[in-house]
């Protein structure tokens, strides 16, 4: 099992920043890719963005493209998303998400990472 711990959530306003983390245990964390998601209330889980083993392939979701970044560091356990210019659409409950079988054709589906977060409440207010 992969525990998958998401930290810095918030409320903040429109135009501010946040960093999410998401903090891994209890499996080889450079052999999975690595993906964020959100849900809003009463919507389904969507793709956020995702980040390949190395790190070296990242993926974003149009909504988000130019204002969030996803990394990792591999020797922390650790994957971030910084969020900035942050709009009231963003608010949603953002998940982490790791995955080994995790390829450029399948990033963007849940059904591609067997280990998931809590979530982190990220609120924007306009």
């Known amino acids: 099992q992969m525990q998958l711990v998401e930290s810095g959530g918030g409320l903040v306003q429109a135009g501010d920043s946040l960093r999410l983390s998401c903090a891994a245990s209890g499996r080889t964390f450079s052999l999975y890719g690595m993906g964020w998601f959100r849900q809003a209330p009463g919507k389904e889980r969507a793709f956020v963005s995702a980040?390949?083993?190395?790190?070296?392939?990242?993926y974003y979701a149009d909504s988000v493209k130019g204002r969030f970044t996803i990394s990792r560091d591999n020797a922390k356990n650790t994957v971030y998303l910084q969020m900035n210019s942050l709009k009231p659409e963003d608010t949603a409950v953002y998940y982490c998400a790791a995955g080994r079988a995790f390829y450029s054709s399948n990033y963007g589906r849940v059904a591609t990472y067997e280990y998931w977060g809590q979530g982190t409440q990220v609120t924007v207010s306009s």
């Open positions: 980040i390949s083993q190395s790190g070296y392939s990242t």
